[in-house]
Each structure stands twice: as C-alpha cells, then as structure tokens.
C-alpha cells in the first residue's frame, strides 16, 4: 500500500517547510493525490492550533462570567462527550482582537497546549485517533510538517522538562495509532545546527525570536539547567536534537533522514524525488 501520510520533522531552521511543498509538489508530479498542512494551520485533520479545551463545568462557568460574548463563543464551539473544544485563533481572525483581556486569558489557559502533559497527550492521541480512521477510509495521502515529533518533545520537554522515556512514549503511541497509514518520516538535518538556527534567528521577525528563545530557556529543561538568550536556546535545541536522534532511530515505522544543506532548490528536490521513489511506485 502506498504511503497515506508523510512526516515532515526536523529542527527550526532546518527547512522543514520547504521539504514540506517539495513533498506536496513531488506527489503532484507523480499524480498522487496528497494534502498539505504545515504548522499552524487552523484546519489541522490531526492536531490543534488555536483550540481551547473544556470540561463541562468549565465552559458553562466561562460563558456565564461572559455573558456578552455568549453567542459569539457559541458559534465557534464543538461538542463531544466529556469536552467542549473552542476554536478560538478562528474566533479571532474572524471578529478581530475586540475581547476583554480577562475573556482572552481564560480562554488562552486552556488551549490544548497550555494543558499539563497528561491531558495534552489524551487531547492529542484521541485526535490522532479520528484522524487515522477516516484517514485509513479514503484513497489521499496527507503530508504533515512537525506535528509528530516536534510537538511531544516541546510539550515534555521544553516546556514540563518531563523524563525522555516519557517523550519517547509519547511518541511511539502516535506512530501506533497511524501504523495504519503506512506512514513515511523525513526528517530534515543541516549539517551545522547552530549555524542553521542563527540564520533563522536572522532571517525571521525579532517578535519570533524572541518568543521562541523565552520559551526555550523560562521553562522545563531550560530553566532547569539555567540556560539563557540565544547561547542557551541553542544549548536547549543540542539536547532536542539528541532526543530526536533517539526517537527517530528507535521508531518503527519507514524512515529518511535527508541532509538540506544544498542551498539549492532544484538539487534539493531531486534528493528528494529519489527517496520518495522507494514508497511511491
């Protein structure tokens, strides 16, 4: 059976966006019919972004302190069994930034990754779940950039600086529930990961930066060791990359690890046609 979803990971700055649409273009050339999502987008099949989660109580207690905002909340809301789940980045886009600060901050404490580790697991493999059903159902092959790895090992270890057994567990369920799927992973290396990640930092807007090195290094593993700015988010980042080694050698599922340190597009995607050759015949 051919693959019907493709895993796009590897570090930041390590091109994992470009490998992504190269994916997505090489499928197309080979009339394979295949979706792209790559991170952030709000229509995630298997992950959440800007989705907040509640318990019954929580969500009734949530529209009653805010009754103004009660059928605007409502619209953007889904129902299961035991959750409510809020989607809240659409809410705003769509209605622009014109919320009470208070109603921001009760809604943003719990987005599914503000949740302590256990609960953000249970939210995330029951997705998963969803999503290889109907997934396994359907003929399209979908093509994810870094929600498989990258997420798990940023909720438990950057952000909770949980054990790496349980990282690596984390993980592994994820790769059991879409066994069904065939999957393919590609992980994506530079061959200087210092070098990349300061490019990045250079190329991307100082708000990114920013952001990404206060989450590094004020929480979880960061803090703990007692790291700082950008030496020590790239010290963090050498402790990612050796976790990720480990999961992705310790995976079973099909594997490529591609080097993008070509600087050159075309190149870069004849890599890439060759390996994906091996699963798309």
């Known amino acids: 059976m051919r693959p019907k979803l493709v895993l796009i990971e590897g570090l930041p700055g390590s091109g994992k966006t ?21 991170e ?18 929580e969500w009734h207690a949530l529209l009653t302190g805010h009754e103004a905002f009660k059928e605007v909340l409502a619209r953007r809301v889904v ?19 014109h919320f009470p600060d208070e109603l921001v901050h009760a809604i943003f404490k719990h987005d599914v990754y503000e949740l302590p580790l256990g609960q953000n697991r249970k939210q995330i493999t029951e ?22 790895i990258q997420n798990p090992v ?3 270890m950057i952000k909770f600086g949980a054990p790496s057994e349980d990282v690596i567990g984390y993980v592994a369920e994820l790769a059991a529930i879409v066994e069904r799927l065939n999957p393919v992973l590609i ?42 700015g950008l030496e020590g988010t790239v010290e963090v980042l050498k402790a990612r990359s050796e976790l990720e080694d480990t ?31 091996e699963y798309f015949k």
């Not at 470009?18 to 790559?38: D, G, S």
Request: glycine content about 6%; aromatic content about 16%; hydrophobic content about 40%.
């Open 18 to 38: 470009t490998t992504a649409r190269l994916v997505h273009e090489i499928l197309a050339e080979m009339n394979v019919a295949a979706q792209l999502f790559e």
């Open 40 to 57: 952030g987008n709000l229509d995630h099949p298997a992950d959440y972004d800007g989705v907040a989660v509640f318990t019954n109580e």
């Open 79 to 97: 129902n299961d069994v035991n959750h409510y789940f809020l989607e809240y980045r659409k809410m705003f886009n769509e209605h622009g930034f």
């Open 127 to 148: 997705r998963w779940k969803t999503f290889a059903e109907s997934a396994s159902q359907g003929s399209e092959t979908y093509i994810f950039e870094c929600c498989f």
């Open 154 to 156: 940023t909720m438990g």
């Open 187 to 228: 992980y994506v290396d530079q061959d200087d990961l210092d070098y990349s990640f300061r490019k990045a930092v250079d190329e991307r807007p100082a708000e990114w930066s920013t952001g990404f090195i206060d989450y590094y290094t004020l929480q979880g593993y960061g803090q703990a060791q007692g790291y700082t």
């Open 247 to 277: 999961i992705f050698n310790d995976i079973n599922i099909a594997k490529i690890r591609v080097i993008n340190s070509l600087n050159d597009r075309q190149a870069y995607k004849q890599v890439l046609v060759e390996l994906l050759a």
